[in-house]
């Protein structure tokens, strides 16, 4: 299980704040885009530009235009499937903010603004990345009177739901020894415990070689001492059918549109799978969208990643729309023409190696739309399918996102991350010399080769590692990526200029998962989110197992404060091999006591004396740890007989108003969905 690789270099040295931006007319230029949106609490809004989207073909442009109109009418999935009663705080806010008469320079009213931004940019009332539920700072009072006086209905229990951090505190659970699905808010699963869950997908397992994936587009209910699925599907009783009977109507308009016979075929797939809802036609589907590799525009669209599922099985409904950058993509062709080079010299067991890399195609893409789990915060990085015998017996896309790094690098200038945490001038001259080109190397292995490495042994399910799962995968991918950067072959290949570029990655990779990622979690709260804790494992790991005498990197402590110190930059990378082949034994292997070790050892706890420290420093830097966007407004121009004869952007919507656009247009779900 991939997935999503949300690099920390981008969010923690961003600064991203100021107000909506002003309007702009339809002849906007991409280099006219104010970056920065909106701030509020941790989060900063920030615009993407679409270069080269006026040079796509008229086809192209439709192809984006209808594709972008399927990933919208998803966004109500993301919603509900994240919390039981999401849609209707949702939509209990957004009416009262339309409909609120008073003082909207009120503090109470502000207050209370702000929250609803956060449930917009979280999909739901958790945190988007911590899990943690979060409450308005406005009154319980206040907003009672409000909505009385705003004609909001608002029933008593919804009012728990939104003011009581006691009601479903945690949207996925992951703590050691509890029930995750009793102690999880997310909407996978009603009335199951742990065990029965894991019992039915034990039961309905597909043990055959080219398996469906059970449970990917389905939520088990407990009735009557009974456990149904519901299938998300678009005929019949499905769930979600009124959202997913607008996906298909616009897939089915893209398919006019498909620019290859591989592609119109995947689309094909797609539009019966989510009619169906049959597993066997998402692998067909799967299959079909990998063997895609000559169309510019692609997209990602349905249930896809399982981090929000306790069990990693269910995927989250989630969209992007893009284009293939052929200036930018020569360096991920590099990569995946020597994907077997790579695999055979990995410092893992052999028997753990492919022996033949299929399929590894990667390139770098232009981001057009976003949606669902990748909207409003967005993955930089994609490798898919997830399906592991899809990924070695036909192959994987990998990607990197260009166009949404460039939105971090252009908001970011000047915010003071690296003098204050960086242990010398040295280190931050590597970054600024360094520090962009090998973010984007490191991405490139991590989606493009790390990833589609490595392979199960056989009887070995990727469900075997459980809630650990996606953290191993993800540390796995990391450290494939880390071990080879310091690679002289990546010379060799001309990926990076010189020998000395990786000590960047590796400095502030360390840095990152021992230290500054903590600025984004609160005092006292342990790390929950896969990526965070991958990062955690890795840094931690390896600087418990330096040598004693001679440590290859360490946390000093100068002037009362503590720093990274990497004495042998070699030394470390040795370590990172060392790590990489215990983690892939243990994802090659199942072994799932050992995943467990691992993580609860150097992946969760949180020494609170260096927390509280860290968010001192950080906080008079004013910078906002998560970053996410807004989208660019696409409008089809047709002809008098009604074709789409082209397809113009804009990029003067802001952030309240692109949300309470989408929630008027694009919101056909019922509040609750059984």
Not at 256 to 263: C, G, L, R, S
Not at 307 to 330: C, H, K, Q
């Amino acid at each position: 299980m991939r997935k999503q690789l949300i690099i920390l270099v981008a969010a923690l040295t961003l600064v991203g704040c100021g107000s909506i931006g002003k309007k702009r007319v339809q002849t906007v230029q991409p280099e006219d885009i104010e970056y920065n949106v909106d701030r509020f609490y941790d989060l900063a809004i920030l615009r993407y530009r679409v270069p080269d989207f006026e040079n796509l073909t008229t086809g192209q442009k439709a192809l984006v235009y209808y594709l972008s109109e399927a990933a919208l009418w998803g966004r109500d999935i993301i919603y509900d499937q994240n919390g039981r009663y999401n849609l209707r705080v949702r939509r209990t806010c957004e009416a009262l903010y339309q409909n609120y008469q008073g003082n909207r320079e009120d503090e109470q009213f502000l207050l209370f603004e702000k929250y609803l931004k956060r449930v917009w940019f979280s999909n739901g009332i958790h945190h988007h990345y911590a899990e943690d539920k979060f409450v308005p700072e406005c009154t319980e009072a206040w907003f009672r009177q409000a909505c009385k006086e705003a004609g909001v209905s608002l029933a008593d229990e919804l009012v728990r739901v939104i003011f009581d951090p006691s009601v479903m505190p945690k949207k996925v659970c992951q703590d050691a020894g509890k029930d995750l699905l009793l102690h999880s808010a997310c909407n996978y699963y009603d009335g199951l415990t742990q065990a029965e869950a894991e019992a039915w997908y034990e039961q309905h397992k597909d043990t055959t070689a080219e398996p469906r994936w059970i449970g990917l587009n389905s939520k088990l209910i407990k009735r009557n001492g009974q456990v149904i699925e519901r299938v998300y599907r678009s005929e019949g009783d499905g769930l979600y059918r009124e959202a997913l009977q607008h996906v298909v109507a616009n897939l089915e308009k893209a398919l006019e549109y498909a620019e290859t016979d591989e592609q119109r075929l995947a689309i094909q797939k797609l539009i019966a799978f989510n009619r169906i809802g049959d597993p066997q036609l998402y692998n067909e589907y799967a299959i079909a969208w990998v063997r895609d590799l000559k169309s510019r525009v692609d997209f990602v669209n349905g249930f896809t990643e399982v981090y929000g599922d306790p069990l990693g099985i269910t995927g989250a409904w989630e969209s992007m729309v893009n284009f293939r950058d052929d200036v930018a993509t020569d360096r991920t062709r590099t990569l995946s023409a020597n994907a077997q080079w790579f695999e055979d010299n990995s410092p893992t067991d052999p028997k753990f190696k492919k022996k033949e890399c299929r399929g590894v195609t990667a390139k770098v893409i232009t981001a057009a739309m976003l949606a669902g789990d990748c909207y409003p915060s967005t993955p930089i990085g994609i490798n898919l399918p997830n399906a592991n015998w899809i990924r070695k017996n036909y192959g994987s896309k990998s990607v990197t996102i260009a166009n949404l790094t460039e939105a971090y690098y252009m908001a970011s200038q000047g915010d003071g991350m690296n003098e204050e945490f960086y242990i010398s001038d040295l280190e931050c001259a590597w970054a600024k010399k360094y520090g962009s080109l090998m973010s984007d190397v490191h991405v490139d292995l991590h989606e493009c080769l790390g990833h589609g490495s490595g392979q199960l042994m056989p009887g070995v399910s990727k469900d075997d590692l459980k809630e650990h799962g996606s953290t191993l995968e993800e540390a796995r991918a990391d450290l494939f990526s880390l071990y080879y950067m310091a690679d002289p072959k990546l010379v060799e290949l001309g990926i990076v200029p010189d020998e000395e570029a990786y000590k960047t990655q590796y400095y502030h990779q360390l840095l990152n998962g021992a230290m500054t990622q903590l600025v984004r979690i609160e005092l006292g709260k342990n790390i929950e989110e896969s990526h965070m804790r991958d990062r955690a494992l890795i840094a931690r790991w390896v600087l418990a197992h330096t040598d004693s005498l001679k440590p290859e990197a360490q946390i000093i402590e100068r002037d009362g404060k503590h720093y990274l110190q990497i004495n042998d930059y070699p030394g470390v990378r040795r370590l990172f091999g060392q790590l990489l082949a215990i983690v892939q034994e243990v994802v090659s292997t199942g072994n799932y006591e050992r995943a467990c070790q691992l993580v609860e050892e150097y992946a969760v706890k949180v020494d609170p004396d260096l927390h509280r420290e860290l968010l001192s420093r950080y906080e008079p830097l004013g910078i906002a740890p998560y970053k996410g966007f807004v989208n660019p407004v696409y409008q089809p121009v047709f002809d008098e007989q009604g074709k789409l004869k082209d397809v113009l952007i804009r990029y003067d919507e802001g952030y309240t108003a692109q949300h309470l656009r989408y929630s008027r247009d694009y919101s056909p779900l019922p509040d609750i969905n059984d």
